[in-house]
Nanobody
Framework: QAQLVESGGGLVQPGGSLRLSCAASGIFFYVYRMAWYHQAPGRQRELVASINDGGNTVYADSVKGRFTISRDNGKNTVYLQMNSLKPEDTAVYYC???????????WGQGTQVTVSS
């Protein structure tokens, strides 16, 4: 059974850093594009960053230069390094696996990130 488990969220002060991790199981990791989305209260879920099996990345304009997505295919894990965090980054962050051929999606349960002084 496909499963994504996120970790690493929490409370951090503005300007601080967090590293999110997402461990995948039950899928052939290398055929999935991996991504992080976030959803703030009252807003739609939005793409933060994505990375394909070749390491090509896409970032939302709001996080360019501050966040870095990476993946370790040997560990079936994707990471999101978040630096220079701002209060507007506060949201629930979700890990997503998108099958590059079949088009199906798997979602994690989400992890809360709160940026506040």
């Amino acid at each position: 059974q496909a499963q994504l488990v996120e970790s690493g969220g929490g409370l951090v002060q503005p300007g601080g850093s967090l590293r999110l991790s997402c461990a995948a199981s039950g899928i052939f990791f290398y055929v999935y594009r991996m991504a992080w989305y976030h959803q703030a209260p009252g807003r739609q879920r939005e793409l933060v960053a994505s990375i394909n099996d070749g390491g090509n990345t896409v970032y939302a304009d709001s996080v360019k230069g501050r966040f870095t997505i990476s993946r370790d295919n040997g560990k079936n894990t994707v990471y999101l390094q978040m630096n220079s965090l701002k209060p507007e980054d506060t949201a629930v962050y979700y890990c997503n696996a998108h099958h590059l051929i079949g088009g199906t999606d798997v979602w994690g349960q989400g992890t809360q990130v709160t940026v506040s002084s």
